[in-house]
């Protein structure tokens, strides 16, 4: 996976390519299809969601360009796998679901690997989690039609937040960042996600 998938395609950030050495990706799918769980694609993880790609999960994750000692807001737990990854490379993570099935199932797994420092809750992750904010990161995993503003307000400065955002098929993967009250806006890349859905994202999914 690591040197297939990710360093020929420009995946070239140390901590990325260690976490992504160390999570056992089996762990986060169905045990019927963890034979498939290191392959280059997208795989189903129920309730119509799916767990990313390997390199979209590199990609997101070296974009945010973590150090260590950074909160990050996950919007999107699904499996767990990024928020796993992330945990790895960072202070804090606090992930949001909103499919209660999917949060246990991903609990239950990082309890079992005792990644102590991922916090979660079952909410519309659209509305952030203002509790613990200013976030350092904020990675959404789920593609909305606009950047959520709840999330803008709970980035910190300096801060980056990571998002797909455009139409139901297909989304820009955009790099938001805040500096010295800055915003300033890149695309990164041209992606397919499953649809964000709540108050500050699509009404229905
Ligand atoms: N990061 C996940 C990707 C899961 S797919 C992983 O590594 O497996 C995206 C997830 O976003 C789905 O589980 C979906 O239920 C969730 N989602 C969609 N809209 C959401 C919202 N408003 N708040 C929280 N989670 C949301």
């Known amino acids: 996976m690591i040197d297939e998938q990710l360093v020929p395609r420009g995946i070239y950030d140390p901590k990325t390519l260690?976490?992504?050495?160390?999570?056992?990706?089996?762990?986060?799918?169905?045990?019927a299809i963890k034979d498939q769980a290191y392959g280059d694609f997208p795989l189903p993880?129920?309730?119509g969601?799916?767990?990313?790609?390997?390199?979209?999960v590199a990609l997101m994750t070296q974009a945010l360009g973590l150090k260590g000692h950074e909160s990050v807001l996950e919007i999107g737990t699904g499996s767990g796998y990024q928020a796993a990854i992330l945990s790895q490379i960072c202070e804090k993570v606090y992930t949001v679901?909103?499919?209660n099935s999917l949060l246990v199932q991903a609990r239950k797994v990082f309890d079992s690997l005792h990644y102590l420092n991922i916090l979660t809750k079952?909410?519309?992750g659209t509305n952030g989690w203002p509790e613990y904010a200013p976030y350092d990161a904020i990675i959404v995993t789920a593609g909305g039609p606009k950047v959520p503003e709840p999330l803008l307000e709970q980035l910190a400065d300096p801060g980056i937040l990571v998002i797909p955002v455009g139409d139901r098929g297909v989304q820009d993967l955009?790099?938001?960042?805040?500096?010295?009250?800055?915003?300033?806006?890149?695309?990164?890349?041209?992606?397919?996600?499953?649809?964000?859905?709540?108050?500050?994202?699509?009404k229905s999914g």
């Open 18 to 31: 260690e976490a992504m050495r160390k999570v056992p990706r089996h762990l986060f799918v169905e045990e």
């Open 122 to 124: 079952l909410d519309d």
């Open 45 to 47: 993880i129920g309730r």
């Open 174 to 202: 955009r790099a938001v960042t805040r500096k010295d009250g800055k915003i300033t806006e890149k695309t990164i890349e041209f992606v397919r996600f499953v649809s964000l859905v709540g108050d500050h994202g699509w």
């Open 49 to 56: 969601q799916t767990i990313s790609q390997p390199y979209i």
């Open 97 to 99: 679901e909103r499919i």
